[in-house]
């Protein structure tokens, strides 16, 4: 921990310091000073009934379990994940599948050099999910939130994890059980090449967020509703559970280190411990490697010796800010987008943070920016939206300095209805 006080979260607890070195390792091994410049996209897709747009759950017949098990042909046996005998991930070379809470179907695609390889991975894709879909008579949404379902009507599908979280985000904060069962994303990852480059990345990132949520928004419903939040799943996020969420505690002051950000995240109460991948724990029955840790952190679950990949992921998969590190920088908070949004979306990121003349234009605008400026500009567009001035800029001046141009808003998440947009 550097000698100087970044941050005064979880002031009292003291989390194992082979644990920061494993996370800090983890960090350095993730650095890429050969500038590979390489993008993770990930888009989530809401399942929904042709019959009633309401949405479809993991084990009705012919639901979630079905797609997933007629798409395994396709995918590499050895890389399918099941739990308790029911399949919920499927991988190859190039993309994964995944489920989130509610049954939201999620492809992780990268890396990818542009985004013409992403729309020709995720081609590959629509190209084998869409008739089993039609067979199945339900379709994948890209939207933020769920177009008639409500949250508490979706059950949870099955993974321990989520069981957990569940009951966990469902007890604290705003939104938690709406965050897991019925929202969708589309989360960007890019490289870093240094400890100085990734944290001034994330600075930079987390100051530009809200700005491009905006004009990437995508969620004209939610709870069965026409949707008036501007940033709906913005503004979830940031009442979810503010001790993972937000702006990483810490990050703008000057001393900030990955050091610092392994504290934070080593000091939060996990919520799910997973002791699955820990030797020590070889012995114990599943329900005691993979338990609910509510107040435990991870000096309390894991040995005094360093982690190892697995538990190092596992941890730093338990929060959820603006932007997180892993072996790279991921952006997570826009809508869900259909395909082509998000290929626009990963030229943009491209131009800021891969150009060298575009990140040094995005310094020079944000670079004085600070944590309160941050939440300041999520507030102002939240408040005033189209007549929102982040950082005392207008919205018409940020798009010319950020080179957003066309951002296919025109495009509609749900080709069954071309009309809805998010106002």
């Known amino acids: 921990m550097t000698s100087e006080q970044s941050s005064y979260a979880h002031m009292l607890v003291k989390p194992n310091p082979k644990h920061v070195r494993s996370l800090v390792n983890f960090f350095e091994q993730g650095a890429k000073p050969d500038a590979k410049d390489g993008f993770g996209v990930e888009i989530e897709h809401l399942p929904v009934h042709n019959s009633d747009d309401t949405a479809v759950t993991y084990g009705e017949t012919n639901g979630i379990e079905t797609l997933m098990l007629r798409l395994r042909k396709y995918y590499d046996e050895g890389e399918e994940y099941w739990q308790d005998d029911q399949l919920v991930g499927l991988a190859r070379k190039g993309i994964g599948i995944s489920l989130e809470p509610g049954g939201q179907l999620e492809t992780s695609i990268g890396i990818v050099r542009d985004a013409e390889q992403l729309g020709e991975i995720y081609a590959q894709f629509r190209r084998e999910v869409d008739p089993i879909l039609d067979e199945l008579g339900f379709r994948l949404v890209n939207y933020g939130y769920q177009p008639k379902s409500h949250a508490l009507e979706i059950p949870i599908n099955p993974k321990r994890r989520y069981a957990a979280m569940n009951e966990y985000l469902g007890h604290i904060g705003q939104y938690g059980p709406c965050m897991m069962r019925a929202s969708a994303s589309t989360q960007v990852s ?122 190092v992921n596992h941890v730093l998969s338990t929060h959820f800010n603006d932007v997180r590190l892993k072996n790279f920088i991921e952006m997570r908070h826009w809508d869900s987008l259909p395909i082509e949004r998000a290929q626009r979306l990963t030229q943009i990121v491209g131009s800021l943070f891969y150009d060298a003349d575009g990140f040094s234009r995005l310094a020079e605008h944000l670079g004085g920016v600070g944590e309160a400026d941050v939440f300041a500009a999520k507030a102002a567009l939240q408040a005033h939206g189209a007549d929102a001035k982040p950082y005392g800029r207008s919205l018409d001046d940020w798009a010319n300095l950020l080179g957003v141009g066309d951002t296919l808003a025109e495009l509609p998440g749900d080709a069954r209805h071309p009309q809805v947009r998010q106002a």
């Open 190 to 311: 890019i490289d870093y090449r240094s400890e100085h480059d990734a944290i001034e990345k994330i600075r930079l990132a987390t100051a530009v967020g809200p700005i491009l949520n905006w004009f990437f928004r995508n969620t004209p419903y939610f709870e069965g509703r026409p949707n008036r939040i501007p940033l709906l799943r913005q503004r979830m996020w940031d009442y979810l559970d503010f001790q993972r969420t937000n702006v990483i505690p810490g990050l703008y002051e000057d001393s900030f280190s990955w050091e610092d950000y392994a504290a934070d995240v080593l000091s939060t109460p996990l919520m799910f411990a997973d002791l699955s991948h820990t030797p020590e724990a070889a012995h114990l029955p599943a329900e005691q490697r993979e338990f609910a840790a509510f107040r435990e952190t991870a000096g309390d679950v894991y040995p005094d010796r360093e982690l190892n990949a697995y538990e």
